[in-house]
Nanobody, 116 residues
């Protein structure tokens, strides 16, 4: 079993920055993909960014150039640095760990609110 705990959400003004962290614990295997998904009110959950254990990254077009995902494999932590935030970035952000056949795990979510 894997547990994911997010932190770092909050309220920020447009053009501001926030850094989200997600700490993974439990039966974590080295070969996995970690990512951040987000869900705005009335919308479906969508991928914001992901990173493989080897460091390959993937970003949604809407966050490219503004968000940076990184991870510390030794600490089993993934980060999302969010710069130049916009009101449309307001959402609940969920940490995700995809370990292939071993399972897919989700954090409890952290609220990010960007005021205009």
């Amino acid at each position: 079993q894997v547990q994911l705990v997010e932190s770092g959400g909050g309220l920020v003004q447009a053009a501001g920055s926030l850094r989200l962290s997600c700490a993974a614990s439990g039966s974590i295997f080295s070969d996995n993909v970690m990512g951040w998904y987000r869900q705005a009110p009335g919308k479906e959950r969508e991928l914001a960014a992901s990173i493989t254990s080897g460091g390959s990254t993937n970003y949604a077009d809407s966050v490219k150039g503004r968000f940076t995902i990184s991870r510390d494999n030794a600490k089993n932590v993934v980060y999302l640095q969010m710069n130049s935030l916009k009101p449309e970035d307001t959402a609940v952000y969920y940490c995700n760990l995809h370990a292939g056949w071993r399972g897919v795990y989700w954090g409890q979510g952290t609220q990010v609110t960007v005021s205009s």
